[in-house]
């Protein structure tokens, strides 16, 4: 069996919960079993996880779950895939999934593929798993041979597809351990889709020059339905705040669209970004290293051409 954790922050779903699910669905297609779906503390809709192909719905309701705790989503994990007999843990690839996917792993004495970004194909019994490595630049297959394995799952790695009905949700009985941590306040930023999810990124680097210039920026975004990125000189200098810096040292993102305005295009940068589907570069220096990673490349100023570009955004989206 193939057990999903489906993350549900303040008891919604996030996008990463649909792909895992999707995934999980297609990776128990592929051992001739069934995908069933965990989620943890109070959740709005846990039925909605078998349309995406979840055979049974789990959740544990327990209101010590309903804050991430490390520790205690791990032993809720593990005691479910031990009560469960699983044989594959698959879970988003966010920060509580990186989180919890070492730990679960040491706590199953199973093998872990941390970040995979394809579907799985078989080796005998075994599974054999793609993630990216070096930074981006090669793609290696892993042979997962333990009993039990985890898998956490990049972000749009694979499209949520709902191929099924929605199933009604169980409710699982686990003796938990009582938290180590009290939450006192929850902070959340609102209002745009978090980069590890977003389809679109628009980002910008030194070469905006100031942080009064981001207008245009933030426009182009609004325009497209975009999240905003950043270099990491640009965050470092409290020019735009650190939960937007992209790269090595920052969130690595897999967007359809990355559009890369006045960043020179760094080693360290592009670790963080070159997954992405398309990638368009906007920089007035032909010689920028940017380009060698683009899909589409424009040689120009940024203060001419963003406007520009957002213009003819809007009458395209106007006329279509
Ligand atoms: C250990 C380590 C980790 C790092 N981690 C990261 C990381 O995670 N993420 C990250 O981003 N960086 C990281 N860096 C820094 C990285 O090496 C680069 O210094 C940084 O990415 C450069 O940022 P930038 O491209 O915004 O700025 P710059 O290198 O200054 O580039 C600005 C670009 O804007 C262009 N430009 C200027 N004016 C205009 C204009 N009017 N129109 C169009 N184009 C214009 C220029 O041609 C230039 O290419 C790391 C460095 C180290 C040593």
Request: charged content about 20%; overall charge neutral; glycine content about 10%.
């Amino acid at each position: 069996m193939v057990l999903v954790f489906a993350e549900s922050p303040r008891g919604h779903f996030k996008k990463s919960a649909f792909e895992a699910v999707t995934y999980g669905k297609k990776v128990a297609e592929l051992l001739g079993t069934d995908c069933v779906a965990l989620t943890l503390g109070p959740v709005d809709d846990a039925s909605v996880l078998g349309t995406y192909g979840a055979k049974r719905v789990l959740n544990l309701p327990d209101a010590s779950l309903t804050h991430f705790d490390s520790q205690l989503y791990t032993q809720a994990i593990a005691d479910a895939c031990k009560q469960l007999g699983a044989q594959v843990v698959i879970l988003g690839h966010t920060t509580t999934g990186k989180s919890v996917a070492g730990r679960l792993a040491v706590r199953l004495q199973g093998g872990l593929i941390s970040g995979a970004t394809g579907l799985p194909v078989l080796a005998g019994k075994n599974l054999l798993v793609e993630k990216t490595v070096f930074s981006g630049k090669a793609v290696a297959q892993y042979e997962l041979s333990g009993a039990v394995n985890v898998i956490s799952l990049m972000g749009n790695a694979v499209k949520p597809e709902q191929t099924g009905s929605a199933v009604a949700s169980e409710t699982l009985t686990l003796a938990l351990n009582s938290s180590k941590i009290r939450v006192k306040e929850v902070k959340t930023q609102e209002g745009t889709v978090p980069l590890p999810e977003a389809e679109i990124v628009v980002s910008a680097g030194r070469g905006m020059k100031d942080p009064g210039n981001w207008g245009i920026v933030e426009d182009l975004a609004t325009t497209l339905g975009a999240t905003t990125a950043c270099s990491r000189p640009v965050a470092d200098s409290h020019w735009r705040p650190h939960h937007e810096h992209v790269g090595q040292t920052g969130i690595a993102i897999r967007p359809n669209l990355y559009i890369a305005i006045g960043i020179s295009g760094a080693i360290q940068h592009l670790a963080g970004v070159n997954n992405s589907k398309v990638i368009v570069v906007i920089n007035k220096d032909p010689e920028a290293p940017f380009f060698k990673a683009a899909d589409y490349g424009v040689v120009g100023d940024l203060f001419e051409i963003v406007p520009r570009l957002n213009e003819a955004f809007k009458q395209f989206k106007a006329a279509n």
